[in-house]
C-alpha cells in the first residue's frame, strides 16, 4: 500500500436541494448497477462501478478538488464526527476512476493520502443502494470485506460507515465515513441520519468552495482579459509610455508601449532594465530639465517638462514628458507574475514627440523677439525724432518769433525788413521740414489720428493762403482762391490736417511755379444725398432715417453728407507722364541729382495722399510738362451753410447762407485775369451782391460811363466724375472742356463792338463768362485788380514786366479814375506798388486791399464801405465768440503768467504779448514757482510750458485746479514741444483750456488770448468751458 496526498478543491456554482432520506428514496431502475449486500464474497477486483461511472467521474474532476492540500474547514467536519460517533477515524474520501484520496482524515496519523480504489470502502459507498448508508459492524463477518487487507492486516479496521456526498445532479462525489477497529453491535437509523447531514454539509462546503473559486478564476480571466485590451490599446496609443522602478537603483524601465518604441526607436527588449534617465539624453539635453524630473521623483511628486532628447539612432527631438508617481499596494503587480515587493514605487511618463510644435513656437518666439526689436526701434526712432523735435522746436520758437517782432516794426529799413523776413522764411521752412519727419514717422508706425470739428472752409483756404503770401510776393505769382456756391460754408473735418494738405500742395505749386505765374485754388461739393423736396425735402437728411424735425439737426452726423472737391493748379513746369505714378511714393523728387534746382525731402505728397484717404477721399495729378499742373483732393464732410455752435439747425440754416446788410448792392469787377473774377466774384456772390465785369477799358467805359455794355460772371453748377479712360479725375461743367471763349457782348450805343471776345472762362469749376446788356446801369462798387511783380532787380526784367502788365496797368488806372465817386477797392501788393508807377492822384480816395484776398478783412471793408457797419464776429468764426484778432480792450486787462524754463523764449513771449497790447505780465521757471506766484497774485491766463525742471506743466496745472478755488483758477493754456498724439488728451485731462504747439505763432496766440477776454467778460460760459478748439 502506498501512501498519496488527498486534495480538495471545490469549484461549481453547485446548489443542493434538501436531502432525501434512505427510506425515502425509490429503488434504482432495473439495468442499474446496485450496491452489494454483506452476504456478497469478497472481489480481489474490488466492487462495481456505477453504470453513470465516466459521467460521476467528470463531475468529480470538474470540482477541482482532487490533489489539492488539506483545508481546515473540512478538518472540522471530520473532527466533529469523530467526537459525535466516538470513533476514532473519521474521513472524508473522494473516489477516482483508480484511486480514492482523503481530503480529510481525523485520527490516521501517518496514514496514506490516498489508497488504490479497489482497497476502499468508499467504493462502495458511492454505488446506489436502498440504504444511502454503508453500515459495517463487524468487517470480519461481512463477506465483501471480511479478506480485505485494512481489515485483515494494518490497520485492522472492524467497523465502518459511510454516507454519500451526493450532488444536485445527483452524482455521488465520494464519502464521509467513520472507522473503529472495535465491532459494534449496530448503528442506528438516528446515527445514520446524523451521518448523512453532516455528509451533507461537506457537500455545501465543497460548492461554497467552489463557488469562491469559480468566481475568483472567472475574475483572474476577466483581468487578463482587461489586461490584454489595456496592453493592446496601451500599444496602440501614439504617445510613448513608460513605467520605471525609482525605487532600485538607476531607476529601471520595466515597461514601455509600442508608441514610445516608435518615438525613440528603442524596443522593449533594448530597454527593459536600463536607467530611462540617461537613455534618451545627449549633448544639448536640458540640466535644468533633468534636475526638475529628478526632484519629482525624489519628492514623489508630478512634473511636466519639454526636453530635448535623442532617439536611437542620435537624431534629436523634442519630448514633451509628464511623469507621475504611481505606487501598488500589497499582493498586486504590473503585468507579472507573482506578488509585487510592498516597497515598490513606480513613476509614469507619457512622452510626446512635440518637434513640429516646438520648431514653429520657436519660430514665431524668433518673429516675436524680431517684432519687439523693430518695434523698439520704431520706438527709439520715435522717441529720437520726438526729442530732437523738441530740442529744437524750442530754440525755433525764439527764431520765428523775434524774426516776427522784427518784421512788424515799423521803423526797419528796407534791408533791415528782408533780412528778418529772411529769417523768418528760413525758420518756417525748417519747421515745414521737422513737421513732415514727424507726420511720416506717425504714419510709419500707425499712429496717425484724425480729430474732427466744426470749421469754416473760407477760414481755412484764408489761412493757407496767409502761409504762401510772402513766398508768392516775393516771386510775383497771383495766388487766388475760389469757392463753388454749392459748396457749404461750414464742415465737420479734420482741419489741422486739410490745412496740411492744402499747405503742401501750395507750397509745391509756388516752389514749381516760375515768376508771374499763377497758382489757383478752386473748392466744389457734390452733395451725396438727395433732400430737397417741394416741402423743403426729398428724403430724410438724418442718416438715421426718419423725417426731419422742425428743430433741424443737433449733430454733424444729421447733416448732408459731401463730397468735396479741392482743385489746386499752377502755371509751373509740370510733371513728366513718367513721374506721375511714382509722384507720392515717400522720398521721391523728380530730380534727385545733386544739380537738382528745386528742395525738399519728397514726404509732402506722400502725407497728404495718406491723409486724404483717412479723411474718406484721394489725391491725384493731372499735369503737362511745360504748361502746368493740377493736383485734385477730395474728401467726404458733413457741412451746412451755418455754423451749428452747438444748436439745432433748421432746413433753412443748413443749405442757405445767412443774409448781410449788402445783399443787392451792385458791384463792378475790373481786372484783365480769369483768377482775379472767379475769386473775388465767389466771395461776393456768397454774400449777396449783384457781380459784373470788365476784362478792358473798353468794356469799363461802356459799363462805367453808362453806355449800356455790362460783363457779368454767372456760374454753372459743376461736378466731378471719375474718368474711365484711366487718366485721373476730369472736370465736368456740363459743356466740354474747362476752358473756353464766351461771345455775349451787345453794343447800346457807339464806339462799342457788336461782338467782343476775350472775356476769360478760363479755370476749374465750371465757371462762364458773359457779357450782358444793361442801359444806363449804376454801380454801388468797384473793385480793382492790379498787375503782379516780385522783386525785380533787373531792369532788362523791369522792362520786359512794364511792355506785359501794360493793358493791365491802363485799366487799373482807368477805373480808380471813374471810380472816384464810387466806393473803390483796389487789390494790391508792396512789390507792385514799388515797381509800377501808379497815379496817385487816381488813387486818391481808392481803399487799398493787400493780395490774395483775406475774406475776413476784406468783408469787414466792404460793409464799413457799403453799409457803414462793422461785423459783430467774422465770417469764419461763430457768432458767438469775438472777432479774431480783435485789440484787446484796454479797460478789461488780462493779468497773464508766462511759465517757461528757458529764459529766452521767456524774453520773447514777454516781447510778443507787449506787442499785442498786453502790459500785466509776470513770468516763473517752474510750476513750483508758479504755484507760488499764484499764491500772491491773481491770474487770468497762465501760458504753461509742458516741459520744465523740478515741476511740469501737467503736474502744476493738477495742483491748481486741487489747491485755488474755481473763482481764482486761471485759465491755463500749454506751451508745447511735443506734437505727440496723446499731448491734447493730456492737457485735457489735467484742467488746461488749450495748447499751442512751438513754435508759437503770434497770430494764434492773438487769436487765443481774445477768446479768453470774451471768456473773462462772460463768466457764465467761462465755467462751462472746457477747451478750445480751431485755432
Known amino acids: 500500500?502506498?501512501?498519496?496526498?488527498?486534495?480538495?478543491?471545490?469549484?461549481?456554482?453547485?446548489?443542493?436541494?434538501?436531502?432525501?432520506?434512505?427510506?425515502?428514496?425509490?429503488?434504482?431502475?432495473?439495468?442499474?448497477?446496485?450496491?452489494?449486500?454483506?452476504?456478497?464474497?469478497?472481489?480481489?477486483?474490488?466492487?462495481?462501478?456505477?453504470?453513470?461511472?465516466?459521467?460521476?467521474?467528470?463531475?468529480?474532476?470538474?470540482?477541482?478538488?482532487?490533489?489539492?492540500?488539506?483545508?481546515?474547514?473540512?478538518?472540522?467536519?471530520?473532527?466533529?464526527?469523530?467526537?459525535?460517533?466516538?470513533?476514532?477515524?473519521?474521513?472524508?474520501?473522494?473516489?477516482?476512476?483508480?484511486?480514492?484520496?482523503?481530503?480529510?482524515?481525523?485520527?490516521?496519523?501517518?496514514?496514506?493520502?490516498?489508497?488504490?480504489?479497489?482497497?476502499?470502502?468508499?467504493?462502495?459507498?458511492?454505488?446506489?443502494?436502498?440504504?444511502?448508508?454503508?453500515?459495517?459492524?463487524?468487517?470480519?463477518?461481512?463477506?465483501?470485506?471480511?479478506?480485505?487487507?485494512?481489515?485483515?492486516?494494518?490497520?485492522?479496521?472492524?467497523?465502518?460507515?459511510?454516507?454519500?456526498?451526493?450532488?444536485?445532479?445527483?452524482?455521488?462525489?465520494?464519502?464521509?465515513?467513520?472507522?473503529?477497529?472495535?465491532?459494534?453491535?449496530?448503528?442506528?437509523?438516528?446515527?445514520?441520519?446524523?451521518?448523512?447531514?453532516?455528509?451533507?454539509?461537506?457537500?455545501?462546503?465543497?460548492?461554497?468552495?467552489?463557488?469562491?473559486?469559480?468566481?475568483?478564476?472567472?475574475?483572474?480571466?476577466?483581468?487578463?482579459?482587461?489586461?490584454?485590451?489595456?496592453?493592446?490599446?496601451?500599444?496602440?496609443?501614439?504617445?510613448?509610455?513608460?513605467?520605471?522602478?525609482?525605487?532600485?537603483?538607476?531607476?529601471?524601465?520595466?515597461?514601455?508601449?509600442?508608441?514610445?518604441?516608435?518615438?525613440?526607436?528603442?524596443?522593449?527588449?533594448?530597454?527593459?532594465?536600463?536607467?530611462?534617465?540617461?537613455?534618451?539624453?545627449?549633448?544639448?539635453?536640458?540640466?535644468?530639465?533633468?534636475?526638475?524630473?529628478?526632484?519629482?521623483?525624489?519628492?514623489?511628486?508630478?512634473?511636466?517638462?519639454?526636453?530635448?532628447?535623442?532617439?536611437?539612432?542620435?537624431?534629436?527631438?523634442?519630448?514633451?514628458?509628464?511623469?507621475?508617481?504611481?505606487?501598488?499596494?500589497?499582493?498586486?503587480?504590473?503585468?507579472?507574475?507573482?506578488?509585487?515587493?510592498?516597497?515598490?514605487?513606480?513613476?509614469?511618463?507619457?512622452?510626446?514627440?512635440?518637434?513640429?510644435?516646438?520648431?514653429?513656437?520657436?519660430?514665431?518666439?524668433?518673429?516675436?523677439?524680431?517684432?519687439?526689436?523693430?518695434?523698439?526701434?520704431?520706438?527709439?526712432?520715435?522717441?529720437?525724432?520726438?526729442?530732437?523735435?523738441?530740442?529744437?522746436?524750442?530754440?525755433?520758437?525764439?527764431?520765428?518769433?523775434?524774426?516776427?517782432?522784427?518784421?512788424?516794426?515799423?521803423?526797419?529799413?528796407?534791408?533791415?525788413?528782408?533780412?528778418?523776413?529772411?529769417?523768418?522764411?528760413?525758420?518756417?521752412?525748417?519747421?515745414?521740414?521737422?513737421?513732415?519727419?514727424?507726420?511720416?514717422?506717425?504714419?510709419?508706425?500707425?499712429?496717425?489720428?484724425?480729430?474732427?470739428?466744426?470749421?469754416?472752409?473760407?477760414?481755412?483756404?484764408?489761412?493757407?493762403?496767409?502761409?504762401?503770401?510772402?513766398?508768392?510776393?516775393?516771386?510775383?505769382?497771383?495766388?487766388?482762391?475760389?469757392?463753388?456756391?454749392?459748396?457749404?460754408?461750414?464742415?465737420?473735418?479734420?482741419?489741422?490736417?486739410?490745412r496740411q494738405i492744402l499747405t503742401n500742395l501750395l507750397s509745391n505749386s509756388a516752389k514749381f511755379t516760375d515768376e508771374g505765374g499763377e497758382v489757383e485754388v478752386s473748392v466744389s461739393a457734390k452733395r451725396l444725398r438727395r433732400q430737397l423736396s417741394k416741402e423743403g425735402f426729398d428724403g430724410p437728411l438724418s442718416p438715421r432715417g426718419g423725417a426731419p424735425s422742425g428743430t433741424g439737426f443737433d449733430e454733424s452726423g444729421d447733416l448732408p453728407e459731401y463730397r468735396i472737391t479741392i482743385a489746386v493748379r499752377d502755371t509751373g513746369i509740370g510733371i513728366p507722364v513718367t513721374f506721375q505714378k511714382m509722384l507720392f511714393e515717400a522720398f521721391t523728387q523728380c530730380d534727385n541729382s545733386r544739380t537738382r534746382r528745386y528742395e525738399g525731402t519728397g514726404l509732402g505728397l506722400a502725407i497728404s495722399k495718406d491723409l486724404a484717404e483717412r479723411m474718406g477721399g484721394k489725391m491725384w495729378v493731372e499735369s503737362e510738362e511745360g504748361v502746368g499742373s493740377t493736383f485734385f483732393v477730395t474728401i467726404t464732410a458733413r457741412g451746412s451753410m451755418q455754423p451749428s455752435t452747438g444748436r439745432s439747425l433748421s432746413p433753412q440754416e443748413i443749405l442757405h447762407r445767412p443774409s448781410t446788410a449788402i445783399v443787392g448792392k451792385k458791384a463792378l469787377l475790373v481786372g484783365t485775369r480769369g483768377a482775379f473774377h472767379r475769386m473775388v466774384g465767389s466771395m461776393l456772390r456768397a454774400w449777396g451782391l449783384d457781380v459784373s465785369v470788365a476784362t478792358s477799358v473798353e468794356e469799363l467805359e461802356a459799363l462805367a460811363g453808362g453806355r449800356g455794355v455790362e460783363v457779368s460772371v454767372s456760374e454753372a453748377d459743376a461736378s466731378v466724375e471719375a474718368s474711365t479712360s484711366g487718366a485721373g479725375e476730369r472736370v465736368s461743367a456740363n459743356r466740354e472742356g474747362v476752358s473756353g471763349n464766351t461771345e455775349g457782348v451787345s453794343t447800346y450805343g457807339e464806339g462799342v463792338s457788336a461782338k467782343r471776345q476775350g472775356v476769360s472762362a478760363n479755370g476749374w469749376g465750371g465757371r462762364l463768362e458773359r457779357m450782358d446788356v444793361d442801359q444806363g446801369r449804376s454801380f454801388d462798387l468797384f473793385v480793382v485788380d492790379s498787375p503782379v511783380a516780385g522783386r525785380v532787380f533787373d531792369t532788362r526784367k523791369l522792362e520786359a514786366l512794364m511792355a506785359e502788365s501794360r493793358e493791365a496797368i491802363e485799366l487799373m488806372h482807368r477805373a480808380c479814375a471813374l471810380g472816384r465817386g464810387i466806393p473803390t477797392v483796389l487789390l494790391t501788393s508792396k512789390n507792385t506798388r514799388n515797381v509800377f508807377q501808379f497815379d496817385m492822384e487816381a488813387m486818391e480816395r481808392v481803399i487799398c486791399v493787400s493780395q490774395p484776398v483775406r475774406i475776413n478783412p476784406f468783408y469787414t471793408t466792404l460793409l464799413q464801405?457799403?453799409?457803414?457797419?462793422?461785423?459783430?464776429?467774422?465770417?469764419?468764426?461763430?457768432?458767438?465768440?469775438?472777432?479774431?484778432?480783435?485789440?484787446?480792450?484796454?479797460?478789461?486787462?488780462?493779468?497773464?503768467?508766462?511759465?517757461?524754463?528757458?529764459?529766452?523764449?521767456?524774453?520773447?513771449?514777454?516781447?510778443?504779448?507787449?506787442?499785442?497790447?498786453?502790459e500785466d505780465i509776470r513770468t516763473a521757471c517752474n510750476g513750483l514757482e508758479v504755484l507760488q506766484l499764484l499764491k500772491e497774485h491773481t491770474a487770468d491766463v497762465v501760458l504753461m510750458d509742458v516741459q520744465m525742471p523740478e515741476m511740469d506743466g501737467l503736474t502744476a496745472t493738477t495742483r491748481i485746479k486741487a489747491d485755488f478755488p474755481e473763482e481764482r483758477q486761471p485759465m491755463i493754456i500749454a506751451l508745447t514741444a511735443d506734437v505727440g498724439n496723446d499731448i491734447e488728451k493730456e492737457c485735457r485731462e489735467a484742467g488746461m483750456i488749450s495748447y499751442l504747439s512751438k513754435p508759437v505763432r503770434k497770430a494764434q496766440l492773438e487769436r487765443l488770448l481774445s477768446k479768453c477776454m470774451y471768456f473773462k467778460q462772460h463768466p457764465a460760459q467761462r465755467r462751462t468751458l472746457k477747451w478750445i478748439d480751431g485755432l
Open 865 to 918: 464801405t457799403l453799409a457803414n457797419e462793422s461785423p459783430a464776429a467774422p465770417l469764419t468764426s461763430p457768432s458767438a465768440l469775438p472777432a479774431n484778432g480783435t485789440p484787446p480792450p484796454h479797460d478789461v486787462p488780462l493779468q497773464i503768467f508766462v511759465v517757461e524754463d528757458n529764459l529766452v523764449n521767456q524774453k520773447v513771449l514777454h516781447k510778443v504779448l507787449k506787442s499785442l497790447g498786453y
Open 1 to 498: 500500500m502506498t501512501s498519496a496526498g488527498i486534495g480538495f478543491t471545490c469549484v461549481g456554482p453547485l446548489q443542493h436541494d434538501p436531502f432525501v432520506c434512505p427510506a425515502a428514496r425509490r429503488p434504482s431502475p432495473v439495468g442499474f448497477v446496485m450496491r452489494p449486500g454483506p452476504e456478497s464474497e469478497y472481489d480481489p477486483q474490488g466492487a462495481p462501478k456505477p453504470s453513470n461511472e465516466e459521467f460521476r467521474v467528470n463531475v468529480l474532476r470538474s470540482y477541482n478538488i482532487l490533489d489539492t492540500e488539506p483545508e481546515p474547514r473540512y478538518d472540522r467536519l471530520t473532527a466533529l464526527a469523530s467526537m459525535i460517533f466516538h470513533t476514532t477515524v473519521s474521513l472524508i474520501t473522494l473516489t477516482d476512476s483508480e484511486i480514492t484520496q482523503w481530503k480529510s482524515n481525523t485520527g490516521f496519523a501517518g496514514a496514506p493520502r490516498e489508497v488504490p480504489r479497489w482497497l476502499s470502502f468508499c467504493q462502495y459507498v458511492i454505488l446506489p443502494s436502498v440504504d444511502p448508508v454503508l453500515v459495517v459492524c463487524d468487517a470480519l463477518k461481512d463477506g465483501r470485506f471480511c479478506k480485505n487487507p485494512l481489515v485483515i492486516g494494518e490497520p485492522h479496521i472492524r467497523f465502518y460507515a459511510g454516507a454519500p456526498l451526493v450532488t444536485q445532479g445527483n452524482f455521488v462525489l465520494g464519502s464521509l465515513c467513520i472507522i473503529d477497529f472495535e465491532p459494534r453491535d449496530q448503528f442506528t437509523a438516528e446515527e445514520q441520519e446524523m451521518l448523512i447531514s453532516l455528509a451533507q454539509l461537506v457537500v455545501l462546503e465543497i460548492e461554497k468552495h467552489t463557488r469562491a473559486l469559480e468566481l475568483q478564476r472567472l475574475q483572474v480571466e476577466r483581468f487578463e482579459e482587461d489586461k490584454r485590451g489595456l496592453l493592446q490599446a496601451i500599444d496602440a496609443f501614439s504617445e510613448g509610455l513608460v513605467l520605471c522602478d525609482v525605487s532600485q537603483k538607476g531607476q529601471p524601465i520595466v515597461f514601455v508601449n509600442e508608441g514610445w518604441e516608435t518615438i525613440t526607436g528603442y524596443s522593449i527588449q533594448d530597454v527593459l532594465g536600463l536607467h530611462c534617465g540617461s537613455l534618451l539624453e545627449g549633448p544639448l539635453t536640458d540640466i535644468k530639465a533633468k534636475q526638475l524630473i529628478a526632484a519629482a521623483c525624489q519628492e514623489g511628486s508630478s512634473a511636466s517638462v519639454e526636453i530635448l532628447n535623442y532617439r536611437k539612432d542620435g537624431t534629436p527631438f523634442w519630448n514633451w514628458l509628464r511623469i507621475r508617481p504611481v505606487v501598488f499596494p500589497k499582493g498586486t503587480s504590473f503585468g507579472g507574475d507573482g506578488p509585487a515587493d510592498i516597497s515598490s514605487r513606480y513613476y509614469f511618463g507619457i512622452c510626446s514627440d512635440c518637434t513640429l510644435r516646438k520648431e514653429k513656437e520657436l519660430e514665431l518666439e524668433a518673429i516675436r523677439l524680431q517684432e519687439l526689436e523693430a518695434e523698439a526701434s520704431v520706438r527709439a526712432k520715435r522717441s529720437f525724432v520726438a526729442n530732437i523735435s523738441h530740442e529744437i522746436r524750442t530754440p525755433m520758437n525764439a527764431i520765428l518769433a523775434c524774426s516776427q517782432l522784427l518784421t512788424d516794426m515799423a521803423s526797419l529799413t528796407d534791408e533791415q525788413r528782408e533780412l528778418s523776413q529772411m529769417i523768418q522764411g528760413s525758420g518756417q521752412q525748417l519747421l515745414s521740414l521737422i513737421n513732415d519727419i514727424l507726420d511720416f514717422s506717425k504714419m510709419d508706425a500707425g499712429k496717425m489720428e484724425l480729430k474732427a470739428s466744426e470749421f469754416n472752409l473760407w477760414g481755412c483756404l484764408d489761412f493757407c493762403m496767409e502761409m504762401l503770401v510772402l513766398k508768392c510776393e516775393n516771386k510775383g505769382l497771383y495766388l487766388s482762391y475760389n469757392m463753388d456756391e454749392s459748396v457749404p460754408d461750414w464742415i465737420w473735418a479734420d482741419e489741422v490736417r486739410l
